[in-house]
């Protein structure tokens, strides 16, 4: 069994910062992580690999620095890894991004494609469905369990806020991985060491069969015309009280708030 997983390199959420003067994401000098619902995809695939057998491809678009994300993935575990990168991939909305990642993907053998639900800073969820758009694959969001894995299928626990479906796909398919997933491993340590000399391929535009028109900026129906971040909303109110009385006092200024 093939499984992709797509993985984003995102700002650290604690260090976000906007430019004034352009509205957009401040990134450099800001520390990166894997995404975290990344994380939980790239998790469920290794265990998928520990019990049935499996070869694990990580692949994410983005600068080169991106390669980090790679790197601890393949400490965690991935066989193998992609980074897909060139200047024509600049102002990519998540239309032109999901687009650049399925040509990358058609590259590659899958029985199962993972994505995160969400990006922590983007966070619009759309590249995993838009992928499996482009490349014509039923998909699955929300997965929280995986129930069972079998020849040409795979069965799956989709989260709804009061409730849960159970879902039979035939592979391949696309799967967007939500945090209640899984509890993501440590990286290895015996496999730190030889993340750093494994072999990240390295594709441009030009190794992907892709219509250059459709990438980055240009290929982007989206524009951001303003980002900001919130005004702190104060310091809040310390209640020094036994338990039961400091229950009722809030739940009382929930009632007084109209928040009950
Ligand atoms: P979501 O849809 O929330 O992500 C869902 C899942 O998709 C993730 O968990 C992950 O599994 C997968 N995924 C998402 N992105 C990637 C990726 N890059 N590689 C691998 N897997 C991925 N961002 C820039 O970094 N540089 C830019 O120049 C830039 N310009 C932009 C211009 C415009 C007009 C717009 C609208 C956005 C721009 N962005 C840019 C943001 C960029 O488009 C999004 O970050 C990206 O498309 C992913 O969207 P998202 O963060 O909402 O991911």
């Not at 499996?132 to 069965?155: D, N």
């Not at 290895?188 to 060491?193: E, L, P």
Request: some cysteine; charged content about 25%.
């Amino acid at each position: 069994m093939n499984i992709v997983v797509c993985i984003k390199q995102v700002p650290d959420t604690n260090e976000v910062r906007i430019d004034p003067k352009t509205g957009t994401l401040i990134r450099e000098g800001v520390p990166s992580i894997m995404n975290p619902d990344d994380k939980n995809a790239l998790e469920e695939a290794l265990a998928i690999k520990d019990n049935h057998g499996a070869h694990v491809t990580v692949i994410t678009m983005g600068p080169p620095q991106a390669k980090n994300a790679l790197i601890e993935a393949i400490a965690m575990g991935a066989d193998e890894a992609v980074l897909i990168t060139d200047r024509v991939f600049a102002g990519a909305d998540t239309l032109a991004t999901s687009y650049a990642l399925s040509g990358a993907l058609k590259k590659l053998d899958y029985d199962i494609v993972f994505a995160g639900r969400q990006a922590i800073d983007g966070d619009t969820a759309q590249v995993g469905p838009e992928i499996a758009e482009h490349l014509e694959l039923p998909q699955v969001t929300y997965v929280e369990k995986v129930e069972e894995v079998g020849e040409g299928y795979i069965k799956v626990r989709r989260a709804w806020e009061d409730g849960y479906e159970i879902i039979k796909v035939k592979t391949p398919a696309l799967l967007t991985a939500i945090k209640e997933l899984n509890i993501p491993r440590y990286m290895h340590m015996s496999k730190i060491f030889g993340a750093f000399d494994k072999e990240i391929k390295v594709w441009t535009a030009d190794d992907i069969e892709i219509d250059k028109s459709l990438l980055g900026l240009n290929g982007s129906p989206t524009r951001v015309m303003k980002s900001a971040t919130k005004e702190a909303k104060g310091s809040g109110e310390l209640v020094v009280k036994p338990v039961k009385e400091a229950v009722e006092y809030t739940v009382s200024k929930l009632i007084e708030n109209h928040y009950i």
